[in-house]
């Protein structure tokens, strides 16, 4: 029911009909004298009204660690229902699958197969971004520290998985077709060079002036604003690495035409430290 658009109102009254719980308590009526208990009778009512109660994801299951007892039981049916109604953050989805083997993640991606909830991308280098998009959409709306270091671990997340993005080049010393009319060519016509041609990182200027590479998550983020015709992916891990090392550009903006995430040199020393200290 949660996973098919029902109402909290409609699992209560399913619930108490179908099985007869009793769900009229509030958590704060069963806290005071909860106590681990072994029996459905004891533990599924309580782990329910964890989910009622609950805004979203992450309090329903604080609201039934809050409750003691048997704990471990009552998150695990609390985040179920919980998953189903609000779905899980992609912060804690990453959290998750950084401390489990590959195995089990390759279980887990089939099993969001089967339930029709994966992402569907032509290039995997490029899957998953969105959990960057959506860690940095939550900074823009919490502004604390948590949020900011939620960005971090998204990032360091996808460069644990060479996780790319989209960065623009610019030519150095004039452009590569500079008398070539693109509007006369067709299906099958070769072009070729009579010069060198050299390719930079290009970069955006900050409102002070100083000069920072710049990445998208996507094309969606890319095509907010006119960019260099080419674009390559680049890692993630490269682009900080290659930043970190370059004394002209104050670092890395991410989504430069939207919700941007900022990483200067101290940012990207915490990135990297991040990164060599997550597990495989």
Known sequence: MARNGATKKEIRKYVEWEFHYDLSRSLDEIRPS????????????????????????????????????????????????????????????????????????????????????????????????????????NLYEMQDNDSFVDVITALCFRMKRNGCGMVPFVTVGGTMFPDLDVSSLKKGDVVTLDHEVRFRMDTVAAGDGVEWFYIFTSEEEMHKKPVPEVIMEIPFADIFDIAGKNDKVAGVVINPFGRYFKADREVIECINAVFQNMED
């Open 34 to 137: 909860y106590h681990h208990v072994e029996s459905c009778q004891e533990t599924v009512p309580e782990a329910i009204t964890a989910f009622l109660e609950a805004d979203d994801f992450e309090d329903a299951l604080r609201n039934a660690v809050s409750l003691g007892g048997d704990t471990d039981t009552l998150a695990a049916i609390t985040g179920s229902i919980a998953e189903a109604f609000f779905g899980i953050p992609e912060v804690f989805k990453a959290e998750c699958r950084n401390r489990i083997d590959p195995e089990m993640n390759r279980v887990l991606d089939a099993f969001d197969e089967v339930l029709g909830i994966c992402s569907q991308k032509s290039d995997e280098r490029m899957q998953g971004n969105e959990l960057i998009e959506n860690a940095i959409d």
